[in-house]
């Protein structure tokens, strides 16, 4: 059974830096691309970060490169974001997802398996 448990949400000054962690569980963590998406009250979930089954490649959406980064330890079966220079807009319910393949990519249909989320929430 397919189980992604994600932790490190919370409150945020603008500026300020969290890290969220996804933890996996039920499949072979090292076969398959992990994401995050996020979605805010009212809105479609949308993506935020993408990275290969090894780790090898990732890819960011255009409002959070060079302010989050992801990285997994496939030792541990764990995928984090970093999220740096928190902005109000980046206040959001985020999730981490289980690609369907070994490669990146940016739609919630390539997609099989979502957690249950973590709040984010950034305050000016």
């Known amino acids: 059974q397919v189980r992604l448990v994600e932790s490190g949400g919370g409150l945020a000054q603008s500026g300020g830096s969290l890290t969220l962690s996804c933890v996996a569980s039920?499949?072979?963590?090292?076969?398959?691309?992990m994401g995050w998406f996020r979605q805010a009250p009212g809105k479609e979930r949308e993506f935020v970060a993408t990275i290969y089954s090894d780790g090898s490649s990732v890819y960011y959406a255009a409002s959070v490169k060079g302010r989050f980064v992801i990285s997994r330890d496939n030792s541990k079966n764990i995928v984090y974001l970093q999220m740096n220079n928190l902005q109000p807009e980046d206040t959001a319910l985020y999730f981490c997802g289980k690609g369907l393949f070994r490669s990146t990519n940016t739609l919630p249909e390539a997609y099989g398996a979502w957690g249950q989320g973590a709040q984010v929430t950034v305050r000016t």
């Open positions: 039920g499949f072979t963590f090292t076969t398959y691309a």
